[in-house]
């Protein structure tokens, strides 16, 4: 009797896990599915405030929301541009150019954010199962820690230039940052809005910045953390990338807008609208601390616009130079990567201009002036002479909001700033102190670098790749990779400088659901992508010194 007791018992447990686990597959569905639905209405959904929305929509209960995604997909179209080769059908058979090495498994929800270490050495993931992971890329391709703290899913990394140090954010409206070789959880970081994405200053590693749902793009320096500097924006933004002077901040946003942000003034230029929301930007690395000429934008229109920024970026205008087309980005946060060979770095090509204002010199961080004196707010710059904090500060102190923005200032929250901290530019070089970490470290959390030569290779772990025209790339040819809302990654060539017609040169097959976000290794031409199907896959050429 108590037998059949207990196995009447056991069969209703049963059937309790298995609703669970329907109930928590269904609950895989990512929040930034609903950031993608929203970004895409944002425009009619005007004059209301998208992250009030955002806001009742958690408050109410997204599950039937999410439940109810609808479902992406259009026929890709053939052109940009200039012109994109895209494989014909039954051409996909060519030579391939990466492979599938190492599939990285652990992750109990979906993975949207993925990024190679400055040191190459590891990769870090963040998922909608609230953690970010560091797995040892090369060496036993192990996950080495598991950090837990966020209450809602990950949405964007970044690592700090010496690769020992990372940040997070998340849809639970903060920011934190993490001590790679411990483990640990350094600080916390509250957030007006969900955090759409993050990345530390190049120039100084106390500072970071982040945006949000609410339109905001936030400066925070770690080390007064109270007092930090608020742009608003007039949509949420998805994507931001830091100039290597840590001056600029270039965002995109689910208006379609990318606007360049002088974090000194406050003030923003739009340099281009697509009039389709932007999931991501990303510029193309170039190996030293010259600002890259090149940036790419996924927007929610299935097409990546590449932008040759000119000979003095971020000043100068924008020039559209590549629509490419083939991949799927409608409604979800897809993100892209460049990668530049070494040999292609050093190509020779026209000098950038000396009147740049990322010719600085002297002990300036984000704040600093120009090195003419004319950077400050109100001119102040010049009385701390060659742009120095001094003068800065001061001016700055003096400045009210309506000197720095004139009638429509108040964009720009100051009070309180302490801009004497920004007099250095720490953290550019110190060294990398985690264990086992050797070999140049970059500037940079965008920098990449120098690569390999060799042949095509052959498909492994399961996983293969379509190629596209079969002419490959060579160590000269500057590379975009892609996610995709279908289950692909997709490499374009766009050849010396980016001034070759693009080429799409492969579709790597191997994921199961759509690819949120691919990166680089910043030296070889090594490639990680991250999915909805839980896994971190990389990728290798025979092109990469590493086998």
């Known amino acids: 009797m108590d037998a059949d007791k ?74 940009g541009r200039r012109r994109c080769m895209l494989p014909q059908p039954g051409r996909c058979g060519g030579s391939k150019q990466f492979y599938l090495k190492h599939e990285l498994k652990g992750h109990a929800g979906a993975v949207y954010a993925v990024q190679f270490s400055p040191c190459g ?86 500072i970071f910045f982040s945006g949000t749902s609410r339109n905001i793009l936030c400066v925070t320096d770690r080390r007064d953390p109270n007092v930090a500097i608020t742009l608003r924006n007039d949509s949420m933004i998805n994507s931001l990338y830091a100039c290597k002077d840590g001056q600029y901040v270039i965002s995109g946003d689910g208006a379609g807008c990318i606007r360049t942000w002088d974090i000194r003034t406050g003030k923003s230029i739009l340099n281009d609208s697509t009039k389709k929301p932007i999931s991501h930007v990303t510029c193309c690395p170039t190996g030293s601390d010259e600002e890259s000429r090149y940036l790419a934008a996924n927007s929610y229109d299935n097409v990546i616009r590449v932008y040759d920024r000119g000979f003095t970026p971020p000043l100068s205008a924008y020039r559209l130079s590549h629509t490419l087309k083939g991949y799927k980005n409608k409604n979800w946060p897809i993100k892209s990567a460049f990668f530049r060979a070494k040999d292609a770095n050093a190509a020779p090509g026209p000098a950038s201009s000396s009147a740049s204002a990322n010719t600085n010199t002297g002990n300036m961080g984000i704040m600093g002036g120009s090195s003419n004196g004319g950077g400050g707010p109100g001119g102040a710059v010049s009385a701390g002479g060659a742009g120095g904090p001094a003068g800065l500060s001061a001016g700055f102190r003096a400045a009210s909001s309506e000197d720095v923005f004139g009638k429509d200032g108040g964009d ?57 025209s079969g002419n490959g790339f060579s160590s000269t040819d500057t590379l975009l990779a892609t996610g995709s809302a279908d289950p692909f990654v997709y490499v374009y060539n766009l050849g010396v400088n980016c001034e070759a017609n693009a080429e799409l040169i492969q579709r790597l097959e191997g994921h199961t659901d759509r690819v949120y976000a691919v990166t680089f290794h910043p030296t070889e031409p090594i490639l990680a992508s991250c999915s909805a199907d839980f896994t971190v896959k990389l990728w290798f050429s025979n092109r990469s010194k590493r086998k």
Not at 434 to 447: A, L, P
Request: aromatic content about 8%; some cysteine.
């Open 6 to 79: 207990a196995s009447k018992e056991q069969r209703a447990l049963k059937a309790k896990v298995e609703t669970l686990e329907r109930e928590n597959m269904l609950l895989k569905k990512s929040l930034f599915e609903l950031s993608g639905r929203y970004n895409a209405l944002a425009h009619k959904l005007q004059p209301f405030n998208l992250g009030e929305i955002l806001d009742s929509a958690i408050d109410a209960g997204i599950n039937p929301l999410l439940e109810n995604a609808e479902a992406v997909g259009s026929a890709s179209e053939r052109f």
């Open 121 to 206: 050495r590891f990769v870090s993931s963040g998922s909608f199962d609230k953690t970010v992971r560091i797995w040892d890329a090369f060496g036993s391709q192990k996950e080495l820690h598991t950090l837990r703290g966020h209450a809602l899913n990950v949405s964007d990394l970044s690592w700090t230039s010496d690769s020992t140090e990372m940040l997070s954010g998340a849809y639970d409206q903060t920011c934190k940052t993490w001590d790679v070789e411990g483990g640990k959880l350094i600080e916390s970081f509250d957030s007006e809005g969900f955090v759409q994405c993050v990345m530390f200053s190049p120039r100084d590693k106390n």
């Open 412 to 468: 720009l929250d100051v009070a309180g700033f302490d801009i004497d901290k920004y007099s250095g530019a720490g953290g550019s070089s110190m060294p990398a102190v985690v264990s086992g970490v050797s070999g140049n470290v970059g500037s940079s959390n965008s920098s990449g670098g120098s690569g390999g030569g060799g042949g095509g290779g052959s498909g492994g772990g399961g996983g293969s790749g379509s190629g596209g």
